[in-house]
């Protein structure tokens, strides 16, 4: 609930964006966004595996399933985390010798208004990656994100335009003082895929293996880029050297779009709502999808609903939205007695 409520301000931002767009569509949206999740359902439950102590768990929640909606987007990129939080152990067991590798493949900044056509770069490119004949991954999650680089200033000048990577950078390097550092919105976008791959444990020790250097060259031929682009590839592992599985589950299942970038510049927001419609957020292929399947991610884009959602027992807990103070208040508990 806390996580909702920390959104409901970009939520009235991004509605409010929407409503001065002078577009009924988009007034539409506003409306239904500033009614999202006003009606928080729990039911408070002992723990299933552990009885002594209680937990209170959604039962339902009335989104309103705008796309770009922060908190629906929270509650989306929570339903596919928790889903593979139960999948990835089934595919441990399933494929104990073979491993996970976390990639992202990138091209090069573009205009918002060109979104569709970089996307499209990033998807055909994607394909023929992996249908390359010596493609090491047995199985693919993918997600699409993207971010909005920012015009950086200091002290009034013009320092350059980053992205959020290149941004944390510069500040390491430079400790700049907050109250002189200025980021300006603009009017591109960083496109990007996530990939977490199942490879063969043979992967990592014979011919097959793909240095960096051969996944920029792939990439590059594969999206057809003039241009070596950006690529980053890490072996996923249990332990805390490298990247973990549960930081690359937590990386997949991020959302398309930060809520931050939603409510900087109404012009580039309404572009990007234009162009993504229809675009998938997660795709899977492979061997993935004998544990996830596509039509799973695709009802969770369109309704937020995995499909697999099952009824809580237990005590009813309810909470309303209120708008003058803008927070939740409590307007329902029920009996904490159980059979
Ligand atoms: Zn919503």
């Known amino acids: 609930m806390e996580e909702i409520e920390n959104l409901k301000p970009q939520a009235e931002r991004l509605a409010e964006i929407y409503a001065l767009s002078g577009r009924d569509d988009l007034v539409r949206y506003a409306e239904r966004i500033l009614g999202c999740s006003t009606r928080l359902t729990y039911r408070h439950a002992p723990e299933r595996d552990k009885p002594c102590s209680m937990a209170l768990n959604v039962d339902e929640i009335n989104w309103c399933r705008v796309r770009l909606c922060p908190p ?16 990835v152990p089934r595919i441990r067991e399933a494929l104990p010798t073979h491993q996970f590798v976390f990639l992202t493949l990138t091209c090069r900044n573009d205009l918002v208004a060109n979104s569709r056509q970089t ?163 997660y795709s899977v292929s492979g061997v993935f999808r004998d544990f996830i399947r596509q039509n799973e991610l695709d009802r969770l884009e369109a309704t937020g609903n995995l499909g697999d959602e099952q009824k809580q027992d237990g005590a009813i807990v309810r909470f309303t939205w209120n708008y003058q103070t803008k927070s939740y208040n409590l307007v329902q508990l029920g009996s904490l007695h159980y059979d």
């Open 119 to 281: 996307i499209g770069i990033l998807n055909d490119g994607w394909r023929r990656l992996s249908r390359l004949k010596n493609f090491p991954a047995v199985g693919a999650l993918r997600s699409i994100e993207v971010t909005m680089p920012y015009d950086v200033y200091y002290q009034g000048r013009f320092i350059d335009r980053m992205g959020d990577k290149s941004f944390k950078v510069w500040c390491r390097q430079n400790n700049p003082n907050w109250n002189q550092l200025e980021k300006r919105p603009t009017d591109e976008c960083n496109w990007h895929l996530h990939c977490l791959l199942i490879v063969p444990q043979c992967y990592f020790s014979g011919y097959r293996y793909w240095n960096h250097d051969i996944w920029v060259d792939n990439w590059q031929q594969s999206a057809r880029l003039s241009y070596q682009p950006v690529v980053e590839v890490h072996k996923v592992t249990p332990r805390s050297k490298g990247q973990t599985l549960d930081e690359a589950i937590l990386e997949i299942s991020k959302y398309t779009t930060k809520p931050d970038d939603l409510i900087q510049s109404p012009e580039w927001t309404i572009e990007l709502t234009d162009q993504i419609k229809g675009i998938k957020s």
């Open 72 to 87: 629906c987007s929270l509650a989306k990129s929570g339903k596919l985390r928790a889903k593979l939080f139960k999948v």
